[in-house]
């Protein structure tokens, strides 16, 4: 969950890393820190405790400078947020690592070494790396028979970035599990976590895989298997633009995601409708054979993707087809009983998230037929371990709160349920009706973003609250689920989701004047139910923010407060519902001053346990 920019070139690389890292800084901001070899071959390295700006400032007039460098922005897992806990870690002046993941056994590591002499300055599991890389550099090996040697020994999941100073003009990199790509250029050679970091220097970039190490020099790289053989990785070609990842007109990442949410749904189904019917490729070359022997369907996801994963389970059981939602750091811990002709569809936005990619790979080690994902990024790891991959095209997002990458996840499991509902023969003909929704959705989005000034003085109502309950029933209280997720995450507000009917179970003593209730309440079968139970709050003494349509009959009220949406047909109103509550969360957020973009303590690619 950190972000990791190595560059070696005939220029002065410092800028590269510092304009890296600043793309990067949505996988982690605690701390960030820079180390190159300078002009007599010497390490130089700087750190410090923060955002990247902090680092950037710190460097401001000084003088490291190097064509050789790496570089790093942390999100802590072992050790706190200190500086000398701080990436790029040295051993003896002579060798810098930097480093993505987290090393299982690093205690056994720390221990032999220490019997070995080595002394320890910080607390990270990382920095047993760069002592196992010096011992091998000792032995008199190559720096990339070093690095080779050393990730023999590690355990656990790990991306890495290494220089030496007796190869001031070469960089390795290692990746087993967290996303690791080389990028080249006229002259250059550059790492990145992610294709943003370098969209300045180049377009072109390969992804390593699991027990992959490269070689990188300048303009070129040799990369070797886990086996030590040397490979051919396929080159892409990134179609992103230095705009897709800049602010624009917008204050925050978050807010210009929200904004981004009709183009982006406009994006998930181009190409996967023709007139009105769904094109079952979309989902892989195999789709419509797979789908064939599906009788029922396993959705695994965490956090803002598992709340996805629940509208499916309502959307796919309303048209006849058996499903599931799971959590995937609970899944692979408890027994499972698999069923002939079931299908495990992962959820995650970066297609890294570690929870996600072990419960595919226990998924397929129980005997799940057979496997799709739903992720936003085609070079990950979900992608290529997964049977079928349907891509979002949601475009990079970078806010740590996901907004458009959670309704194009949804947009793709609506399509997933109308391929499985048609090729079960349970779809009779509503198709056309459900593509024709599908189609309005752009415009409804836009419809409902019309609603931002109105929010936003509605969330003056939260600046000094502490507590929220939000409400809904069906399909919508994942939606719920998301809101209450939203207002946490960004606003440090601590809020909850709960099925409307369950109220009185226990939720219903914590309400009072001083803790809002935010409902959820499209005008659907489910409305006179939701009614009663607003009435359950109003009457004792709670306050209400409704989000209803038009026609639901609900008004302005002693302490109910209604914020009107156009009339949606109820199959896409769970979408719809999800952007006001976006809003709310942005604005409460704004206006308790907290940091959007990187709330505290939070990353947003989650490539730990």
Sequence with gaps: MCGIVGAVAERNVVPVLIEGLKRLEYRGYDSAGVAVIDAVQQLARKRTVGKVSQLESALSGSRLLGTTGIAHTRWATHGGVTEHNAHPHICAQRVAVVCNGIIENHEELRREQIEAGYEFTSETDTEVIVHQIYHHLAGGNTLLDAVRAAVTRLQGAYALGVIETGAPDRLIAACNGPPLLVGISNGAAFIASDISALLSQTRQYTVLEPGDVADVRRGEVDIYDVHGRRVERAIHETTLTADAVSLGEYRHYMLKEIFEQPNAVADTLEGRI??????????????????????????????????????????????????TAEIASEFRYRRQVVTPGSLLVTISQSGETAD??????????????????????????????????????????????????????????????????????????????????????????????????????????????????????????????????????????????????????????????????????????????????????????????????????????????????????????????????????????????????????????????
């Design 274 to 323: 023709t007139g009105n019917r769904l094109l079952e490729a979309s989902f892989g070359h195999q789709a419509t054979e797979l789908f064939a022997h599906v009788k029922s369907v396993r959705i695994v996801a965490c956090g803002t993707s598992y709340h996805a994963a629940l509208v499916a389970k309502y959307w796919l059981e309303s048209r006849g087809v058996p499903a």
């Design 356 to 609: 996600t990619l072990a419960a595919l790979s226990w998924g397929k080690q129980l005997g799940f037929d057979h496997s799709l994902t739903i992720c936003n990024v085609p070079e990950s790891s979900l992608v290529r371990n997964s049977d079928l991959a349907f891509m979002t095209h949601a475009g990079p997002e970078i806010g740590v709160a996901s907004t458009k990458a959670f309704t194009t996840q949804l947009v793709a499991l609506l399509l997933l349920t109308i391929a499985l509902a048609r090729t079960k023969g349970l779809l009779q003909d509503d198709e056309a009706k459900l593509i024709r929704e599908l189609r309005s959705l752009p415009a409804k989005i836009e419809s409902v973003l019309e609603l931002n000034g109105q929010i936003r003085d509605l969330a003056e109502q939260f600046a000094d609250k502490r507590h929220t309950l939000f409400l809904a029933r069906g399909a919508h209280y994942p939606i719920a689920l998301e809101g209450a997720l939203k207002l946490k995450e960004i606003s440090y507000i601590h809020a909850e989701g709960y099925p409307a009917g369950e109220l009185k179970h226990g939720p219903l003593a914590l309400v009072d004047s001083d803790m809002p209730v935010v409902a959820v309440a499209p005008n659907n079968q489910l409305l006179e139910k939701l009614k009663s139970n607003i009435y359950e709050v109003k009457a004792r003494g709670g306050r209400l923010l409704v989000f209803t349509d038009t026609a639901s009959g609900l008004d302005n009220d002693e302490g109910i407060q209604v914020l009107p949406v156009a009339p949606v047909d109820d199959v896409i109103s769970p979408i719809i519902y999800t952007v006001p509550l976006q809003l709310l969360a942005y604005h409460v957020a704004i206006i308790k001053g907290t940091d959007v973009d990187k709330p505290r303590n939070l990353a947003k690619s989650v490539t730990v346990e």
